[in-house]
Every structure is written in C-alpha cells, then in structure tokens.
C-alpha cells in the first residue's frame, strides 16, 4: 500500500521505522524532542519512542558529532540532526577529521547519518540556506546523499541509516512541504549511489540532484515543444555517484548540463564534469555546461537570491547553445 | 556606585520605549503583511519584555567603545546610534540600509558606529570581540568592547575558548550572557546543568556576576563597574542578566511549549513598567509624561516605517561587487 506524502513526512516515517526495526538507532539534536524539530521533521517521535531515543541537546553543534563517533564506536546508531546545515561549520573537526577518518585508521565501522537540511530560495540568507556538500564529497570517508522526492527521501534514509559508515543526509527543505509524492508504508530501502532517469531524452543529458532536479524537469518540458530532448538523471546520492547511468546516457546525448545550487566555481559541478572529460571523452560533441550559482555570499534579498541562484531561463539558454553543435 | 542622573533616567526609559515601539511594529508588519509581496523579509527577532538588558549594557560605553551585539538587541544598536530608519532599512532589505539590502534582520554590522557584523551562528561573534579588544590595546586606546550572547549561544565551544583567551590576554571585554531561560524550544534546564551561567567566572579567572536583566539601571550599575574594570586593564567580566523571552523565537513562532504561568509570573517584571514606577518613585516622570514618551517614539517608529518603505530596492547590477575590496 502506499500513498502520497510530504518529503518531511516521508523523512519521518523513515526514522520511525528504522527505530522500531532497530533499537540501538536513536535521534538527537536541537530542538528535536518535543518541538519535533525546527522543520517539524521529528514531531511525534518524542511521544512514540522516549527521551531516551529522541533527545534534546544543547546548542553544541561540535558535541553532538563527537557523541555519535563515540556512541558509534560503542555500538549505537546515531542519527543526530543538526538544525540548518550550515552549523555543520561550527562541528567541523569531529565530521572531518575523526569520523571521516576512523575507519580507515582505527577499523571501527561508524554508522552514522547525519541529517541536516540544506538550500535556499526560502530567503533566509547566507547563514540558513548554503549548499556545502562539494566539501563533504571532497572528504574521504564520508557518503552524500541529497534526495529530491518524498519515495526517495524514506529509501535513501533507511539505506543511509542501515549503511555502516557515516553518511551526511543533505535535505532539501524547500521540498519539506512544497513536494508530495507516493510513498509506500512498509520499509524499503533505495541502495545508495544509484542514479535515477526523471526523463529520457536524446539530445541533451541534465545531470542534477536536490531540489533543481523540479527545475530541470520545468526545462524539458519547455524544450521539448522545440523538439529539444533533456534525459534529467537526478543523481540522488552524491558520493559515491553514478558514474553508469550518466555514462550510458552520455554516449546516446553526446552532450551535457551540469545543474546544481551550489556555487559554481568548484562546486560537485567540477567533479561532474571532469568525469566526463576523463572517462567519456570519446562521446563528446560539445562543451560540457555547468550551471550554479554565483560566485557571492547568499543574499536574502528575493530579487538577489533569484539572480544567485540558477535560473530556468539558464537552462534554457545553455540547451540551445548546446543544439549549436 | 555612581547613581545615575535624572536626565539620564529619562534617556534609558526612552531607549526602552523606543526599542518596544520599534519591536511591536516589526511584529505588526510580520503579522499582516501581504507574503507574496512582503516588505519585511523573513521573520523578526524580538527582545520585547527583555529590552533592559542590551539597553542597561550598551548605556555603560562611551563613544569609542564598541559592540558584538546578538540577535535581540535592539536597544544596544538603538544606543550606538543606528536610527529606526537604518533598521528599518534593514529589516526591508533596502539598497541603504547597512548591509546594502544584500542580508536582512537582525543580521547587520556597521563599523562606523562600533558595532560587529553579527552573523546567524550563535556565539560566533564572541571571539571577534576579543580581537577588537585586543586592537585596542595594542593601540593602546582606553576603550573596551561588549560581547553579547544568549544562554543557548553558551553552549557552544567557540564562547568558552573566547572567554578563557580574554581572561589569559587581560582583555578589555565584557561579556554579556543574555540568559532568557530558552533557545528556541529549549529551556535552560535542558541547555547546562548549572544555575548561573556567571558560575563559569571562575572557572576562566575572571569575576563572574549576576544581575536582573529587567532592571535597566542595574544591569547598566553591573555593566559600568566591567568596563571600568577592563578599561582599567583589569581584564574581562563576566555578567549574566536574568530575563526571559516573553514571545517566540521569531515572529513565526508561538512557543506554545512555554507554560502560560511562566509568560505570567514574568509578566509581572517587565522592564519597563518597573522603571516607570522607579521614575515615578524618584519623582521624575509621571504618567502624563510616560503617554507623551510613548506617543514621540510611536510617531517616530511610523514615520521611518513610511520614509524606509520608499527606499530603492537592491539591484541586481552591483550584485557581484564586494566580494573582494577593490583597492
Ligand atoms: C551554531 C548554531 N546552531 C544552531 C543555530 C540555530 N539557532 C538559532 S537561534 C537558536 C537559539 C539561541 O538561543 P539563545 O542563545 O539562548 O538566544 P535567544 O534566542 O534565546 O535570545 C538556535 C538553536 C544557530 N543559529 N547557530
Ligand atoms: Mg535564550
């Protein structure tokens, strides 16, 4: 049976029943217990499970990860919130330094996920709306997932949870109550680092992941009335990516946008399109395109963070430059 | 203690009926604006019935001192001299307004009026005031800095090695605990295991004092003998004002997880109304000036409203610009 449901409902019914699949799965972050959450994502699970397992902290971003590395290397597993992800920089050492790290070092497996919600376009400003994952990616040892819907938001968090390594949960919370899709209530699980193809199409390839996927999607429908075809393949896990799906669609396209909200300038982007250059070399019929963000802090003024981010007028534009060649 | 004059009394009272007035409008506008076309962007962040506490604080400095403001404080900012209009400004995301309409709220710096570039992360501000604080010896100015952060802000690392740094370099900061008993949803009990965050004085070497942060001229008393202190080269201090946040986190929230009896119980200790019976205690106002105070600030929060709505809006021309200084 499924039905349809909220991103952040989804994202809750998938905690709740990997605590009830598992007993040693517990949440904890700010605000998190009776609040449910600055996003209102754990509400309920307060009443459901106990102090014990969904439990307020103190606003100590840096403690918070240092007790899931620990509570990991006991047994436990974690699943600490951390409020905007943006704070992440105030947790920084314990994330990059021990629990990226640990089990290449020490051998301890660290099932961790670490939820924090990320993007803009909510004018909040530069401090509640970053996207940071190209750090994350660029630090061994750690997995990346940003989904994009409500179905994959609950697979991917059962998998992320059930995974033995630590894995950052990058939700998009524009989509918390913006998406609604079919979800099916029993617990299943979507394996991490599989790509998905939103649409086929044979001219263009539109890589993308995270809440521009919606905005990739509004593109192909446009070009196609100009008989432009986009095959949007939304990434969904980050690190490790898909390195399959986008081949396959490559040697069919020939050509491909890179979309993220990411700053530009070395965003995930970069990684994206030195794949391609190295590893698809031989379908390439023109210059790979990169759309992103400006290279500026986030304004929260609406007309700026509209000019920041990128726009459907860009993948418009990059689109048909594409067709030139 | 030095008492303070009746001039300045009546100078306090209308930082503290400026701030409420400007305050309740920001609330009014959040509640009743159009959110397909708002003017105020994003939420506010108030320090209604807690406005003493920046106020009494700021009111200790001298023109060439300087503030690490937080997020509810208002007052300080109103006592630098930031005009309703350049908050409103702010609050507008306006072109003039002091972060060129590029960053909005409760989120502004403006170094010309010796006030940091307050930014979301809590606490994050504290060390950067001892870096002010450390300038200022080094050019050896009399001068010191306030740094300014909540009871959950307390909880972060940044602020214990901030305050252990100071206490080491003897410098000239007083920080400020604005302790309102909640971060967010989250009450005090459940952000330290101790009562008195001034407790933790000690544990850095530096005195660590308590006042009532609804008492404007005792928070100033507490502040003023600080900055004497650290102006003196005595190093830093640690001053906890007791208060609580009588509204929502912002103006979004309704903190229905604050009990009725508290909002009440506090109710009874607003600021302002203790010191309108102080000022009439000591014979220099009485009710009829209290309505001629609150009905200037009144006038003046409207009329800024009315000249910063006109304001242009950024454009995305110059958008690009600032990154890096140009020279
Ligand atoms: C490092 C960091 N983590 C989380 C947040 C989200 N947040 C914003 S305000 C706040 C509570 C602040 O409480 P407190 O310091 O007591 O200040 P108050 O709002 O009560 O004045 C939290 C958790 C943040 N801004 N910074
Ligand atoms: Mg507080």
Known sequence: MSRSLYYADAIREALRQCMQEDGDVYIFGEDVALYGGVFGVTKDLFHEFGPKRVRNTPLSEGAILGEAIGAAVYGLRPVPEIQFSDFLTTAMSPLVDIMATYHYRVGTKLPITIRAPSGGALRIGHFHSKCLEAWFVHTPGLKVVVPSTAYDAKGLLVSSIRDNNPVLFLEQKKLYREIKDEVPEEIYDIPLGQAIIRTEGSHITLVTYGSPTYLALKAAALLQKEGIELEVIDLRTIYPFDKETLKKSFSKTNRVIILHEAVKIAGFGAELAAFFAEECFEYMAAPIMRLGALHTPIPTNPVLEDHYLPSLQDILDAARGLMKY | ?327
């Open chain 2, 1 to 327: 203690m030095e008492q303070l004059t009746k001039k300045q009394h009546l100078e306090l009272y209308r930082y503290l009926r400026l701030t409420r007035a400007l305050e309740d409008w920001i609330f009014y506008i959040c509640a009743n604006q159009n959110p397909q076309k708002p003017l105020i962007i994003g939420k506010g962040y108030l320090s209604t019935g807690q406005e003493a506490t920046s106020i009494g604080a700021a009111y200790a400095l001298e023109k060439e001192d300087w503030i690490a403001q937080s997020h509810r404080d208002f007052g300080a900012l109103l006592i630098r001299g930031l005009t309703p209009r350049e908050l409103l400004l702010q609050y507008f995301s306006k072109e003039t307004g002091p972060t060129k309409g590029r960053d909005a709220n409760v989120h502004l710096g403006h170094t010309g009026k010796h006030v940091l570039g307050f930014i979301s992360h809590m606490g994050a501000m504290v060390p950067v005031a001892n870096g002010v604080a450390f300038a200022m010896k080094y050019k050896k100015k009399k001068a010191c800095i306030l740094a300014f952060f909540g009871d959950g802000a307390s909880s972060q690392g940044i602020v214990h090695e901030a305050m252990n740094y100071a206490a080491v370099f003897k410098l000239p900061v007083v920080f400020i605990c604005n302790n309102n008993r909640w971060a967010i949803s989250t009450p005090l009990e459940e952000q330290m295991a101790i009562k008195n965050v001034a407790d933790r004085g000690a544990s850095y070497g530096m005195p660590g004092v308590i006042c009532d942060g609804n008492k404007v001229e005792e928070v100033y008393q507490t502040v003023l003998k600080a900055v004497r202190l650290a102006k003196k080269g005595g190093g830093p201090t640690l001053v906890e004002c007791k208060t609580m946040r009588m509204s929502g986190h912002g103006t979004h929230d309704r903190a229905k997880y604050v009990s009725d009896q508290e909002i009440a119980s506090w109710k009874k200790k607003d600021p302002i109304m203790h010191h309108e019976k102080l000022l009439k205690k000591l014979g220099y106002a009485d009710e009829a000036y209290f309505k001629k105070i609150i009905a200037e600030v009144k006038s003046e929060v409207e009329e800024a409203t009315q000249w910063a709505k006109n304001q242009a809006d950024p454009s995305i021309q110059n958008q690009l610009e600032d990154v890096f200084a140009r020279s």
